[in-house]
């Protein structure tokens, strides 16, 4: 089992920026893929980024290439999410993830309870 949670949700201006951090247990997480997924209402979850938990390799969803930057703090056992130039239609719950082998699939194997990033215009 990993326990998964996440935390630096707020409120943020329009091309402000936020760190969201995602603290992990239960396991030893080399060959896991952790990510970051968000969810605006009405909408389908999408998935951000993640970065491969062995040698730290990212992977970014096209939308938000550029602005947002996954990193992970080996000793900490924390996934960081820090997003730049947010953009209101950015506003989701963000929620960190874990799984075994494959950052491309369809779903991950764990999941934290999500945090709320509301950006206003």
């Known amino acids: 089992q990993v326990q998964l949670v996440e935390s630096g949700g707020g409120l943020v201006q329009a091309g402000g920026s936020l760190r969201l951090s995602c603290g992990a247990s239960?396991?030893?997480?080399?060959?896991?893929?952790m990510g970051w997924f968000r969810q605006a209402p009405g909408k389908e979850r999408e998935f951000i980024a993640a970065?491969?938990?062995?040698?730290?390799?990212?992977y970014y969803a096209v939308s938000i290439k550029g602005r947002f930057t996954i990193t992970r703090n080996y000793d900490k056992n924390t996934v960081y999410l820090q997003m730049n130039s947010l953009k209101p239609v950015d506003t989701a719950v963000y929620y960190c993830?874990?799984?075994?082998?494959?950052?491309?699939?369809?779903?991950?194997?764990?999941w934290g309870q999500g945090t709320q990033v509301t950006v206003s215009p």
């Open positions: 239960g396991r030893t997480l080399n060959g896991y893929y």
């Open positions: 970065i491969s938990w062995r040698d730290a390799n990212t």
């Open positions: 993830a874990a799984n075994w082998g494959n950052w491309a699939a369809a779903t991950y194997g764990y």
